[in-house]
Structure formats: C-alpha cells, structure tokens
C-alpha cells in the first residue's frame, strides 16, 4: 500500500453519462496529479494540484474536470466521453513539488462504450 | 518541454544476469531523476531516484547512473529475479512545467 486509494477500481460507461473517480491520500503531502495511462501513451499527466490550487492543465479536453476540495482528496469529473478515453487513470501525491518521490494509487480502469 | 525517450521497449533476460535500462532527456535544468516499477494491476512504485548532484546511486541490486554531459542516465539491475519482471519508467524533472515527464517504459521479463 502507497498510501494512495482510488475508487472505483473499475468503471465501465457510456458517452453521455456523467461520473466521477475518487482519489484520496493519506500521507500528508501537499501536492495531487492526475495521470492518463494508455497503450499509446504510457504516462501522460493531465492535471497538478498543489496546496488544492491547479497549476497545471496539460491541455486537457473540458471533459474532464479536476476538483481538489482539500490537499487529501482529488475528483476527476467525467462527462461526454468518447471511446479514446478508455484508458488507467492514475492519481499520484507528493510532498510539495516536482523534484519530490510521487506516490501512485492503483488507478481506475476506465472503459467508454 | 522535456523530452524523455527509454530504451529497450522489452528486455528478456535469464534469472541471474543483469538487466540495463537507458534513458535520455532533453531539458538541461531537469535535476531529479527517478525510476518507477509498475506490476500487473498497480500503480507505478518509486524504486530509485537520482538527483543532479551525485553520478551514481546504489541500492542492494539496483543502481542508477547520471551523465548529465550527455543528458543519459541508466538503470542497472543485478542477480535478477522473477519478482523483478514488470513495466519500468524512468522520468526527468520538466522544469517549464513544474511535473516530470516519464519515458515511454521498458517490459523487463526474467526467465527462471
């Protein structure tokens, strides 16, 4: 255990619905990502958060929506997906910035139909 | 942007040799180095980093090299073992970007 949790571990759905994937660390740290992992693209960050304020947004389409109500917990919003997104979203944490260990969580495996 | 490419895709190696991974990157500010493990059906695990500062770093059977004249740095992994087989990422500080950029990843299969 890393100390990352992320739930669900599995989503399965379709182009118009809305869901959102949880992520929570446990470790104190200051600073979430969200990463997109697929065949193509192995680790593709999308979105940093550090003290819950953005600071990065790796020019991610708007169907996706981070949201970070607290340092220990990381939304990302789902909505009119399309199938390429079908991928392993992870989320990381770390102490403060880049040039600290991150901390991965299992990620979710998402499926759009 | 940084810029990370890793070499070998996939790596098959006999229990007991060693395994070497490489990576190169483009960005001459980036200072932290780390390598990732990840395993069937988990996250990436931190196994060893490097920082800007030191050449060389050892832990039990793991080691990393830093050449930052050449902009590479290495993975190196003795007495391999079954347990040792997964998907390894190395990754470079993007200091435009406050992230890392990580490579595109090494399959690493050991044969009992």
């Known amino acids: 255990e890393t100390g990352v949790t992320q739930t669900p571990r599995h989503l399965v759905m379709g182009m118009t619905n809305k869901k959102s994937l949880k992520c929570e660390q446990h470790l104190g740290h200051n600073a979430m990502y969200w990463y997109k992992q697929s065949a193509k693209k192995p680790l593709e960050l999308m979105f940093v958060y550090s003290l819950e304020e953005r600071v990065e947004n790796n020019s991610v389409p708007s169907r996706f929506s981070p949201e970070c109500p607290n340092s220990s917990h990381l939304f990302l919003h789902l909505h009119t997906l399309q199938p390429e997104d079908s991928a392993l979203y992870l989320c990381a944490s770390s102490q403060d910035g880049t040039t600290d260990t991150q901390y991965f969580g299992p990620g979710t495996r998402l499926t759009v139909l | 942007g940084e810029n990370v490419e890793q070499h070998p895709s996939t790596l098959s190696v006999q229990e007991g040799d060693s395994a070497v991974i490489k990576c190169t990157y483009s960005?001459?500010?980036?200072?932290?180095f780390p390598w990732y493990k990840q395993e069937l059906g988990k996250g990436p695990q931190l196994i060893i980093d490097i920082r800007s500062n030191v050449g060389e770093k050892k832990d039990q059977r793991i080691a990393v090299t830093l050449n930052k004249t050449a902009k590479h740095f290495s993975l190196h992994i003795t007495e391999t073992q079954p347990e040792d087989s997964a998907v390894y990422f190395c990754a470079a500080t993007d200091t435009g970007r406050r992230a890392l950029t990580f490579g595109s990843g090494t399959r690493l299969q050991v044969q009992p």
């Open positions: 960005d001459s500010a980036s200072n932290y």
